[in-house]
T-cell receptor, first 112, second 115 residues
Framework: DGGITQSPKYLFRKEGQNVTLSCEQN?????MYWYRQDPGQGLRLIYY???????QKGDIAEGYSVSREKKESFPLTVTSAQKNPTAFYLC???????????FGSGTQLSVL | AQKVTQAQTEISVVEKEDVTLDCVYE???????LFWYKQPPSGELVFLIR??????QNEISGRYSWNFQKSTSSFNFTITASQVVDSAVYFC????????????FGGGTRLMVKP
């Protein structure tokens, strides 16, 4: 199956804990993105990466960190500095030929 | 700065009705792309259409049609003869080269189609 794979589907975080959300793609796209979606709201950009070993902050990067060591992988860490982490997190990869974004099925993060 | 506004937060229709989802955008760029995505209850966003700023032709794909009006900065989406399976959240989005090809999303419109 081709596409974007996010895991886990559901994740629970204890206070003060860092957690990492996985995002893997087999589409061979250079650009990858992390979005946060709060209930009843649109998507807000957390971090993006245009190429391996490079990434940039989006609109709401505080309390999050990423890495891009491989083209296929773009994990997102939600650190203890993120005081309101409960949200639905979506990872995407962009086809630079037609500008389409392909999304994963998301991870729902909740705080215990 | 770019901005996308979807004024309708929620729409409820009865099956077989036509429904139009509104999208208004703001950008200073002359070259940009407009998108519509569908988010069913499963959560994954599904691409529906991409339009570039130089192509104002309306498009029809089955029961779906899109009306791009540059003069009013709008890119509205119409579903004809709606079905229960159309129930989802629909997002309009905008990207441009000058904004690093970042997608700016509207707040989404939740469409509920009742049998």
């Amino acid at each position: 199956d081709g596409g974007i794979t996010q895991s886990p589907k559901y994740l629970f975080r204890k206070e003060g804990q860092n957690v990492t959300l996985s995002c893997e793609q087999n589409l061979n796209h250079d650009a990858m993105y992390w979005y946060r979606q709060d209930p009843g709201q649109g998507l807000r950009l957390i971090y993006y990466s245009q190429i391996v070993n490079d990434f940039q902050k989006g609109d709401i990067a505080e309390g999050y960190s990423v890495s891009r060591e491989k083209k296929e992988s773009f994990p997102l860490t939600v650190t203890s500095a993120q005081k309101n982490p409960t949200a639905f997190y979506l990872c995407a990869a962009r086809d630079t030929y037609n500008e389409k974004l392909f999304f994963g099925s998301g991870t729902q993060l909740s705080v215990l | 700065a770019q901005k996308v506004t979807q004024a309708q937060t929620e729409i409820s229709v009865v099956e077989k009705e036509d429904v139009t989802l509104d999208c208004v955008y703001e950008t200073r760029d002359t070259t940009y792309y407009l998108f519509w995505y569908k988010q069913p209850p499963s959560g994954e966003l599904v691409f529906l259409i991409r339009r570039n700023s130089f192509d104002e032709q309306n498009e029809i794909s089955g029961r779906y049609s899109w009306n791009f009006q540059k003069s009013t900065s709008s890119f509205n989406f119409t579903i004809t003869a709606s079905q229960v399976v159309d129930s989802a959240v629909y997002f309009c989005a905008l990207s441009s080269n000058n904004a690093g090809n970042m997608l700016t999303f509207g707040g989404g419109t939740r469409l509920m189609v009742k049998p």
